[in-house]
């Protein structure tokens, strides 16, 4: 999804009440069925207020010497799917896998 597809996503619940209330109520529900998957582990909150702004809240720095989990072991050894470093990344746009 591009930048104009975002904001296409965005601009009922800019302009009708009925789609603003889901946005609020859901906002990854709707913003996955205009095709922007998050991984699971990544939240997303709406809030209504006096401009329109995207903020973006980084999890903490991961240290790339520190020592796997079990579970990114697990993952890393038995050719899992977990979602520890890695992403795929088009067009702008990233999601973990």
Do not use: N, Y
Not at 44 to 70: K, M, W, Y
């Amino acid at each position: 999804m591009d930048a104009q597809s975002f904001l296409a996503a965005l601009t009922p619940a800019v302009t009708d009440a009925d789609a603003r209330e889901r946005f609020l109520a859901d906002p990854k529900a709707v913003l996955a069925a205009a095709g922007l998957d998050f991984p699971e582990w990544f939240t997303v909150t709406a809030r209504e207020g006096d401009a329109a702004e995207l903020t973006i809240t980084l999890p903490a720095l991961l240290d790339p010497d520190a020592d796997l989990s079990d579970r990114e072991l697990e993952g890393v050894a038995g050719g899992g799917t977990g979602t520890f470093s890695t992403h795929q990344c088009q067009g702008g746009w990233c999601s973990g896998q």
